[in-house]
């Protein structure tokens, strides 16, 4: 690579990891990371972590999570430290490709991927799909090499990324299955419309070394799915999970279903290269084009297709798919730079490249818990914060704030069981389980449980209402003792005094 080439590429790397780490807490915890996060305080109690095959994601993200927070503290930021690396990791996977592709156009892969509103959104959230882009971008390298060069390089590459999949998700079974029919589809296609020649070259990987990548994968996925051997009873939920998966994505009934053309409306809300290059996959189809990019367009394909024919969708599960379109893009781009003309191409492309950048500036940095972006998905809103402040104020004045006592009475107890877990007198009580007495220092109400808990409570509160998540009208009242909270509230939130419920002040006594 030239050293103009080099700088630009840096470049590339330094924008998609300063989009990803920017303001990382600058949104309140997710649905999801919250149930992550509880997952990774159970690890640090317990020792390691407990496969639950109807949790269906797999051990590895919550040991990187681990990592992270045992080493930087509880927070959003070190819980989703681990995905920012790894999705600017992403981006640097797309320049390997160039043993493949025009470095170009490997360049312009890398950019459309650093911009990406959906790679970056994603990538600044501690959930797993980031770990399947990277896996299936190490296997995507990985086998065309093997098929060229034959070298063990490439068997390690395909063999660690299937691992990783296996570790990651369970929808690790679609990408693999995507990869293999992929095959069949090529060689056929190839008698109709044969591609640029891509000859098999020698095989130089022995059987020896064939066994050892298999032992070394087979343990990493028995020591993971054991709780590193100290939880063999979770081993066998690597396959059972595959049961209460399939009823989940085709029962219907999670409230997660949509139409099969919901990851196209996505692709045209918002991933215009991906769009582009998922169009220009069909200029594939002509003779004598590039045999790799034509077997990763199939793929890519496959496995578009299998997930539009599943029900259950959530919109983060697009950017496993999207990222082999990013290296079409590349490819058309160069060709069309290359074959037509440089000027109008270069112009598409850049206008391209930065529409995207603007979508994603203003969905990571103003509308990021905006219900109304689909990538906005059960999202956290920032209307907890007008509780966490607060409480969180208290806490660095004084760490015995940590001791308040707290009841949250809502009918879903995430990402507050991770948020408040540095609070141990903080309950989750069901409202026919109430404590006695029920006042406390805060309490946060579910808007239908208001009418029958007012009555209950004997002390002064400040009270207002947030707003819990998106696409939910999952609303709740928040009670904060005044006279803990004094001076921590503003001006403009109400006072309840429960004066009708308090005791009748005793009489004077007669002379």
């Known amino acids: 690579m030239s050293t103009p080439r080099r700088w630009i590429f840096a470049g590339i790397l330094v924008l998609a990891f300063a989009l990803r780490i920017a303001w990382l807490d600058l949104k309140p915890a997710h649905f999801d990371e919250g149930v992550n996060g509880w997952f990774v305080d159970q690890m640090t109690r317990q020792g390691y972590y407990h496969y639950d095959p109807t949790n269906f ?13 045992t080493l930087l503290g509880r927070g959003e930021w070190a819980l989703r430290l681990p995905v920012v690396l790894l999705s600017t990791a992403c981006v640097g996977m797309m320049l390997a490709f160039r043993r493949y592709f025009d470095e170009r156009a490997c360049l312009l892969a890398a950019f459309a991927m650093a911009v990406s509103p959906g790679m970056v959104f994603y990538g600044r959230y501690a959930i797993h799909e980031t770990w399947m882009v990277f896996f299936l971008l190490i296997i995507a390298w990985g086998l ?93 939920g690597l396959w059972e999970t595959f049961g209460t998966w399939v009823h989940t994505g ?145 806490a660095r004045r004084n760490p015995l704030h940590y001791h308040l006592r707290g009841h949250l009475i809502l009918p879903e107890q995430y990402p507050w069981v991770w948020l408040l877990a540095d609070f141990p007198r903080v309950d989750y009580p069901s409202f026919d389980q109430l404590p006695e007495p029920l006042d406390a220092d805060f309490l946060i109400v579910d808007d239908p449980l208001v009418e029958q808990v007012e ?25 904060l003792f005044t006279g803990t909270f004094a001076g921590l509230v503003g001006p403009k939130v109400g006072i309840f005094t429960p004066d009708a419920m308090k005791a009748p002040a005793p009489a004077e006594e007669s002379r």
């Open 57 to 69: 994601h797999g051990p590895l993200h919550f040991y990187a999570l681990f990592v992270s927070q």
């Open 250 to 394: 085709t029962a219907q009934k999670s409230g997660h279903e949509k139409e099969w053309y919901y990851w196209l409306q996505l692709l045209g809300r918002y991933e215009w290269p991906a769009l582009a290059g998922f169009i220009a996959s069909f200029w594939l189809l002509a003779p004598r084009q590039p045999r790799v990019a034509r077997y990763l367009a199939i793929a890519g394909l496959g496995a578009l297709i299998a997930y539009s024919i599943i029900p259950y969708k959530t919109p983060w599960c697009l950017i496993a798919l999207i990222w082999p379109f990013y290296l079409i893009f590349g490819l058309a781009i160069v060709r069309a730079v290359d074959a037509i003309d440089r000027w109008t191409f270069g112009v598409i492309a850049a206008l391209l490249g930065v529409s995207s950048l603007g979508l994603t500036l203003t969905l990571n940095f103003r509308n990021y818990t905006d219900d109304r972006e689909p990538y906005v998905y059960v999202q956290t809103f920032t209307d907890v914060n007008q509780f966490l402040d607060p409480l969180r104020t208290l």
């Open 455 to 479: 009555p209950l409570l004997r002390l002064d509160y400040y009270k207002f209402s947030i707003r819990l998540r998106g696409n939910s009208d999952n609303r709740a009242t928040v009670y």
């Open 144 to 236: 065309p090499g093997l098929w060229r060069f034959g070298e063990r390089r490439y068997l390690w590459a395909v063999a660690l990324g299937a691992t990783g999949l296996v570790l990651t998700k369970e929808t690790y079974v679609i990408h693999i299955i995507a990869f293999l029919l992929a095959v069949p589809c090529l060689l056929a296609f190839e008698k109709l419309s044969p591609s640029a020649v891509w000859r098999f070259g020698e095989w130089k990987i022995s059987l020896r070394d064939t066994l050892t990548v298999a032992a070394i994968c087979l343990g990493l996925i028995i020591f993971f799915y054991s709780g590193t051997f100290l939880d063999w009873s979770s081993l066998p």
